[in-house]
């Protein structure tokens, strides 16, 4: 007879397994929609058409929506609630040297489970990737902030 942690650590394994499966699957997605954004606006430059009208769309962040990549004055308001609380926590002063996800969980007010530190990651990553935050060292997250000399 299984052991009811065996059949929970199984359990978990199998919910890991499709948790980075459909993290593959979004990540897929979102470089797909980034590239028809791109092609988009080569056809909208190649026909002369104001880049302001196809730009303007991916700029914006509504719920659902992926990251926006991040331009020159840009507030974090274009980004989505989660999102904005993650780099809000991320600039605070407990952020400036840097927080871990297990940390970020817990200065959000998140249980530091597995699955909400994976969560936060997989986030934290994306604003980085995005240009909202800086990964210094691995797993360490920071603002994006301008440095002076």
């Known amino acids: 007879m299984p052991s009811v942690l065996g059949l929970l650590e199984a359990r978990e394994k199998k919910v890991r397994e499709e948790v980075a499966r459909l993290q593959a699957a979004l990540s897929e997605a979102e470089r797909a929609l980034q590239q028809l954004v791109d092609a988009r606006a080569t056809v909208a430059e190649v ?15 509504v719920a659902g929506s992926v990251v926006p990549h991040r331009t020159e ?4 308001s274009a980004l989505t609630p989660d999102y904005q609380r993650i780099v809000s926590v991320l600039e605070s002063e407990a952020g400036r040297e840097g927080m871990r996800c ?10 530091a489970v597995p699955a909400k530190v994976e969560g936060l990651r997989s986030k934290a990553k994306r604003l980085v990737e995005r240009g909202w935050a800086v990964q210094e060292r691995p797993g360490v997250f920071t603002a994006l902030v301008t440095r002076s000399g």
């Open 102 to 111: 297990q940390q970020l969980a817990a200065a959000l007010g998140l249980e």
């Open 47 to 61: 026909l002369a058409e104001p880049p302001v009208a196809v730009a303007e769309p991916a700029r914006k962040a």
């Open 73 to 76: 004055g840009m507030a974090a």
